[in-house]
């Protein structure tokens, strides 16, 4: 069995940027190196599961984004890190072009793209986290049966004043200034696991 942990893209690894797909304008954000390279370090799996509408209005192709992601890596391994394997969804089901246009299981916060990953992965739910910017994205860890990190990056701080501001309890299972303290957080469970 492996510990996995399943990363949101944009806003948590990267800086957002609307729609993108150039390397030139990938900019990693500070600590989430560092972060990835703490969990790899730990043992974990990183996996990356990303929602790519871009792809499904026609703005880029597939193989734009997978140089990105090729990019990415290699940016990430200057410095210890890196990630073992990106899952993608292509789908948007309002705004798709021809077969883009559908509504799909892999769009998060679905769970196609955590299904997929099981399907290379022996996957340890006990051990396993999802850490991203966004409520769908700590709901789709929820529905997969892992915890949801929510990082303040990109969309996360507003995510969590819009909840506080509506009264609500807590959506996500922690909250993290950056993936290294998201990293350390998880590392600090370490073998109890989470459950």
């Not at 597939?62 to 292509?90: T, V």
């Not at 705004?95 to 992965?121: N, S, T, W």
């Not at 969590?160 to 009264?167: A, F, I, Q, R, V």
Request: hydrophobic share 35%; glycine share 10%.
């Amino acid at each position: 069995m492996e510990k996995v942990i399943f990363l949101d893209r944009d806003g948590t690894i990267n800086e957002e940027v609307s729609y993108l797909h150039r390397p030139e304008d990938l900019v990693v954000l500070p600590g989430a190196a560092e972060g990835i390279a703490l969990l790899k370090q730990a043992g974990f799996r990183v996996v990356v599961v990303t929602n790519q509408a871009g792809i499904a209005r026609g703005y880029y192709a597939p193989d734009q984004m997978h140089r990105l992601h090729e990019y990415l890596n290699s940016k990430l391994l200057e410095r210890g890190a890196w990630i073992d394997r990106f899952y993608y969804c292509p789908h948007h089901p309002v705004h798709g072009i021809g077969a883009y246009k559908k509504v799909c299981r892999c769009r998060k916060p679905d769970i196609g793209m955590f299904e997929a990953a099981a399907l290379q992965y022996a996957i340890d739910k006990s051990c396993s986290y999802m850490i991203g910017d966004k409520r769908i994205d700590v709901e789709a860890g929820h529905r997969f049966g892992i915890p949801g990190i929510l990082v303040s990056t990109g969309y996360g701080a507003g995510e969590k004043k819009k909840s506080m501001d509506l009264g609500e309890e807590p959506f996500y299972d922690f909250y993290a200034e950056t993936l290294v303290d998201a990293a350390e957080y998880i590392i600090r469970k370490g073998t109890e696991g989470h459950e």
